[in-house]
């Protein structure tokens, strides 16, 4: 089983950037698509982007296509979240995930979760 610990998050004003990193270990992540998620107070874990076990396949949620880039480094065994122009309404905690197989476009398989990183986003 592949363990996951996120870093990277923090506070920061509305407009600025943010990269988070997943870093996985227990297993080499290349045969794993990895997911990127988060938990704003009060409501339920949104599904954010999703890349696959090659980094060919990547998946949006509509909310951050155009400002945010998930990426994975496989030498590293780490995946990335950049963050762009960020706004308010992404203060969540954001949490990695990783799924064996291919299909990244569904939140379901997503397992293996890492501890979480606050993102705050000041208005």
């Known amino acids: 089983q592949v363990q996951l610990v996120e870093s990277g998050g923090g506070l920061v004003q509305a407009g600025g950037s943010l990269r988070l990193s997943c870093v996985a270990s227990?297993?080499?992540?290349?045969?794993?698509?990895m997911g990127w998620f988060r938990q704003a107070p009060g409501k339920e874990r949104e599904f954010v982007a999703a890349?696959?076990?090659?980094?060919?396949?990547?998946y949006y949620t509509d909310s951050v296509k155009g400002r945010f880039t998930i990426s994975r480094d496989n030498a590293k065994n780490t995946v990335y979240l950049q963050m762009d122009s960020l706004k308010p309404e992404d203060t969540a905690v954001y949490y990695c995930a990783a799924k064996l197989g291919s299909y990244i476009y569904t939140p379901a398989g997503f397992g293996s979760w890492g501890q979480g990183t606050q993102v705050t986003v000041s208005s």
């Open positions: 890349i696959s076990g090659s980094g060919v396949l990547i």
């Open positions: 227990g297993r080499t992540v290349s045969g794993y698509a």
